[in-house]
């Protein structure tokens, strides 16, 4: 996955069924999409209503630097309780919007709108992981500081929590740090993923996305002690 210039990425858990490991099986990570066809694949997501803006290429999914550009992408899959991650690449952002007004960049892995982390780059030269839970109509926050151009967001969904974690690297296991506490989603089904594009209210950004993965439950146990989910 790669990012750019002042955009947005959402992985979002909207809300289907899919079948669970037999009993007693340790589940390994599957690449829902490493985005290598020539194109968006039809199979795997499904458009969202408006202007076109995400497309793919050179192994990547691609959001361009356009202003006032949003777009995303909705999988055809749903999924069981599981560990999902998205990897970002080239994130940059020259988005100055003043702050509690909605007009951020961001990449974000959430939860059937109720729960998303995203990789804000509203305030220059900084940049900062922040954790979103809606509620009830209400917004609770949390986040912390970040400069980097490459990275994960990932959230970990056990059936009844979402934890949110960060990684400015690529490792599948190390170095993933949670923003915020776990949070309780309000979905009721299992949920789908979604990737979703936002440039912010001005300057530009950009961003590439590659492996989609997601990690059905039971976890293997060395992902799941770095979680905190065994000891």
């Known amino acids: 996955m790669k990012l750019g210039a002042i955009a947005g990425a959402m992985l979002l858990l909207d809300g289907l069924a899919a079948a669970t490991p037999g009993l007693g099986a340790v589940a390994h990570a599957e690449v829902y999409d490493d985005f290598d066809a020539d194109a968006i694949d039809g199979g795997k997501w499904a458009h969202s209503s408006g202007p076109v803006f995400l497309s793919q290429s050179n192994g990547r999914l691609n959001f361009p630097c356009k202003s006032g550009a949003s777009d995303s992408l909705v999988s055809t899959r749903s999924f069981p309780p599981g560990f999902f991650r998205l990897e970002f690449h080239d994130y940059t952002s020259t988005n100055h919007s003043p702050s509690a007004r909605g007009l951020g960049s961001f990449v974000a892995y959430s939860g059937r709108a109720t729960s998303r982390e995203d990789l804000r780059g509203n305030v220059a030269p900084t940049g900062y992981f922040e954790a ?34 960060s990684n400015v690297g690529l490792d599948r296991i190390e ?12 979905w009721t089904a299992a949920p789908r993923l979604s990737i979703r594009g936002h440039a912010g209210g001005s300057g530009c950004t ?3 996305v590659d492996n989609v993965e997601f990690t059905p439950a039971p976890l293997p146990a060395p992902l799941s002690r770095a979680l905190g989910r065994s000891p």
């Open 206 to 208: 950009s961003f590439s």
């Open 132 to 165: 979103n839970h809606i509620r009830g109509g209400g917004l609770r926050l949390w986040y912390r500081n970040a400069v980097l151009a490459s990275g994960q967001l990932a959230l970990d969904f056990d059936g009844s929590r979402v934890p949110y974690f």
């Open 175 to 186: 170095g993933r740090r949670q923003v915020g506490p776990s949070v309780t989603p309000t």
